[in-house]
């Protein structure tokens, strides 16, 4: 970071409060991220980062967040501010949340929370604005059918990426196109769903009332198996998440055989971010389907 020194004065001047301390957090792979404490034992979590790009980054993430939020039926943390200044480099400051232990009950409400927040609707698939998926762009251009949403939007954008920076080839392009033909007959008809998008164990919290807290969305409108198969991508959550799910909206039968159609995305996020390491999975679903 250029200097935190000049970033804590610019955010104690936004917040009309002294910093006492800001601590080190682990655990984010793009950003730095900082527990803020102020005189009176007061909370802030601040992300910062000095690539030009992180400006975008953050205000987009502020507003997925705030449109989660409001939703109502799950919380995010309230974003006190976000900003860039040639000193500072780029910022994102939000409420600090206190964790506490997933009991049970947590997992319960998690999966109803994440049920009601599919069930809010809109007309099309896609979202007020183009967004980010951990540090890629994923562009939302609305469309009227899950099929064109998920080949132009996501599955496309991320294998042309890809292919510019050397990884998979022709032939898992090719399959690609004639896999992206028959998504209308594999996944279920079902209206655009609010999604997190990117619901893997390190997107949520559970706060010191039990109570599920999502962060860094990558949010659409978009098919409501997307974050289901994202939270089974690396081992999935605790059972009773889904049971929960399912209590109040149960999936389509055949969901089983066709959640790696949508983990495909998210592995070819992984190709583009990641590397060679996560090539032969998405070959696998390619060859599968
Ligand atoms: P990145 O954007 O770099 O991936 P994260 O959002 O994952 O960073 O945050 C880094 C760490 O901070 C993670 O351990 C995460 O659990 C924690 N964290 C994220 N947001 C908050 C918050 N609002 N309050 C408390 N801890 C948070």
């Not at 599919?118 to 994923?138: K, M």
């Not at 860094?216 to 198996?225: G, L, Q, T």
Request: hydrophobic share 40%; with cysteine; aromatic share 12%.
């Amino acid at each position: 970071m250029r200097s935190l020194s000049a970033l804590l004065l610019h955010i104690e001047g936004l917040l009309g409060e002294k910093i006492a301390e800001a601590t080190p957090m682990s655990g984010g792979d793009i950003n730095w991220a900082l527990c803020l404490t102020g005189l009176r034992g007061q909370r802030w979590f601040l992300k910062a980062n000095d690539d030009p790009a992180a400006s975008l980054m953050f205000k987009r993430e502020a507003q997925g967040l705030a449109l989660l939020g409001a939703s109502g039926v799950i919380r995010t943390p309230r974003v006190f501010a976000y900003g860039q200044d040639e000193q500072n480099g780029a910022f994102l400051l939000l409420e600090f949340i206190c964790s506490g232990p997933r009991s049970p009950l947590f997992w319960m409400r998690f999966g109803h929370a994440i049920a009601n927040l599919h069930q809010q609707t809109s007309a099309f698939f896609g979202f007020a604005h183009d967004n980010f998926i951990g540090r890629l762009p994923q562009s939302n251009r609305r469309c009227t059918t899950w099929a064109e949403f998920y080949a132009e939007e996501r599955l496309h954008p991320q294998m042309q990426l890809a292919r510019e920076q050397g990884y998979l080839d022709h032939a898992a392009e090719r399959q690609l196109g004639r896999l992206c033909l028959r998504l209308g007959e594999i996944c279920p008809n079902e209206a655009p769903a609010f999604i997190h998008g990117d619901l893997w164990s390190g997107n949520f919290l559970c706060n010191t009332q039990g109570e599920p807290v999502l962060i860094d969305p990558a949010a659409a409108y978009a098919h409501r198996e997307m974050d289901l198969a994202m939270s089974r991508l690396f081992g999935g959550f605790d059972p009773r998440f889904y049971a929960a799910y399912e209590e109040i909206w149960p999936l389509a039968p055949g969901f089983e055989q066709r959640v790696e159609i949508y983990q495909l995305y998210y592995l070819l996020v992984h190709v583009n971010l990641f590397g060679t390491s996560y090539e032969d999975s998405v070959r696998r679903i390619l060859k599968r389907w």
